[in-house]
């Protein structure tokens, strides 16, 4: 039986992918693993670069872009592994990363998810783990939370050198039991792209699985590389999927609240933003990217929050066989 299969889903990150994959085939020795790589709809020869360097690995090929769960769920459907590693192709392992998660899985057998420690390529720590949304961790100031309640709310300037039990873990590398999937289902598709695997934390917890840190296991995340090909879209991607996450996970009460003060929210980010804007004559370019991002979630809102808005393809295109699998 194969150990494990690292499921890659890759966007127009061509350099990115190939570096990812080789950081894998150089890094995991003595583990008898797989690699499978989605791709949704890339139009930068992405896959064409994996067949040639890499012809033993599989690929998913998509026509367009399906979102990273339903992707992931592609992957998953043909895996008979007894660990899926879901990796980001904006990262890179460090000797050893798997191994010790994987002997981390071995040895805690009620463990379901365990997510590595993220780095800069500088070497500092990157956030790795989180807590749930909630009406305080997305109304109010996320550093204030931290400083006051630094048990609750996790920071990653807190130094963390044994593994944890954690709410949810950030999706860049994380290695999950398949027994567990089976148990629970695979990735909610309802989110295309921010947030399945907070949701996948979730309902691991609510099932009897545990979600751990293992900051043993170190790995670079450069982080946000398909984001800034789609700033804005990528921001209006993340609020729909918070409102997912409230609408499946909170109370009524708690969604409609969220909903009408996250709005406040945004409206006030919008003026303050603008504001100082008008202070520096738009002359700065970190100031006018706030600004343009919170208008145009504003206005994504004023329109009543359309799905064509967004990463999502803005038709649904139906090919005869959609993917092919090679």
Known sequence: MIDMRFIIVNWNTRQLLIDCID????????????ICVVDNGSRDDSIAAVREQFPQVIVIENQENKGFAAAVNQAL???AAI???????????????????????????DAGIAGAQLEKPDGTRQHSYDNYPTLATELLNKSLLQWFFPYKYPSKKQSIVQPMEVESVIGACMMIRNEAIKNV???????FFFLEETDWCYR???AGWKVYHVPEARVIHLGGQSKKMAPWQSQIEYCRSLYIFFKKNRTIVSYRVFRTFYLVKILINCIANFISNVFVLFQNRDLRYRLSTYAMLLGWHLLLCPDWMGLKPKRKRIYEGDASYH
């Open 204 to 206: 691991m917890q609510k």
């Open 23 to 34: 950081s894998i085939y150089k890094t995991v020795k003595y583990i008898n693993y797989q």
């Open 77 to 79: 459907g043909k895996n």
């Open 83 to 109: 660990y899926s590693v879901l990796i980001n192709t904006d990262t890179l392992l460090h000797k050893n990363a798997i191994r010790v998660m994987y002997s981390f899985m071995e040895q805690h057998k």
């Open 185 to 191: 289902g695979k990735l909610d598709e309802d989110y």
